[in-house]
């Protein structure tokens, strides 16, 4: 049986090499990839996602996991394939316009492709119209749009409007997040979802993805 704490006291060290042996110790007990994913490394996340939404740690704390998380992704990844774990949804990522900070994004990012959604990352800076192109070329469900600073974080508008005005049938969702982002914000300006920090933000692509089901 898997041990989430385990999973979390491997993805606060420094070095790869706990992550790494824990992770291939699980795979030569015979535990299946989406197991090793779910029961260890989410789970062992989610540890680390409350105690970072109490302020017991601090975004280097969640960063610092958050890679080591993705070094154990990626020890799996050949499993998912041999497995056929498919993924759970296509979602677009990018930091819009006038923006170039992605410290949140690329957590954002990590946590998403653990959570088995395929992630397209286009980037900082990116305007709208990139983010509208991104549904011809992925035809994502998802399109996630970042911001750090409070003068940027007004260009999600055009974003989303751009992206419902567009003259696609099946438009993708449009979630928002960033430290000035707020609740009331993504509803103000017509979001589809608004999440506080990453690990919300999974939850809330998840509850969009039963949707369109």
């Known amino acids: ?37 779910n029961e260890g490394l989410i ?18 704390d969640v960063l610092l996991a958050a890679r080591n998380m993705h070094r154990g992704i990626e020890i799996l990844k050949p499993m998912f394939s041999k497995e ?10 990018g930091t819009v316009k006038g923006d170039i900070h992605d410290i949140g994004k690329n957590l954002v990012s990590i946590m998403m492709t653990g959570s088995g959604l395929e992630v397209i990352d286009v ?12 549904i011809q070329e992925h035809q994502p469900q998802i399109i996630g749009l970042s911001a750090l600073l409070t003068t940027t974080m007004l260009e999600m508008r055009n974003v989303v409007e751009a992206i419902k005005g567009s003259s ?19 509803q103000e ?11 919300s933000g999974v939850e809330v692509v998840m509850k969009l993805l039963k949707n369109r089901v």
Do not use: N
């Not at 056929?84 to 990522?93: D, E, M, Y």
């Not at 980037?123 to 991104?134: L, R, S």
């Open 84 to 93: 056929g774990g498919g993924s759970k949804g296509k979602i677009v990522l």
């Open 189 to 199: 300006i017509g979001a589809d979802g608004y999440g506080p920090d990453a690990v």
């Open 43 to 60: 789970a062992g996340m989610s540890i680390l996602g409350q105690e970072f939404k109490a302020r017991e740690l601090w975004v280097p």
């Open 123 to 134: 980037g900082v800076d990116v305007p709208a119209e990139k983010f509208v192109a991104t």
């Open 168 to 186: 696609y049938d099946v438009k993708p969702y449009v979630i928002v997040g960033g430290a000035p982002v707020t609740e009331a914000f993504a």
């Open 1 to 37: 049986m898997l041990k989430p704490e385990d999973f979390y006291r491997v993805l606060r060290e420094v070095d790869f090499g706990p992550i790494e042996e824990l992770v291939k110790k699980a795979v030569a007990e015979g535990h299946s990839a989406p197991q090793i994913l």
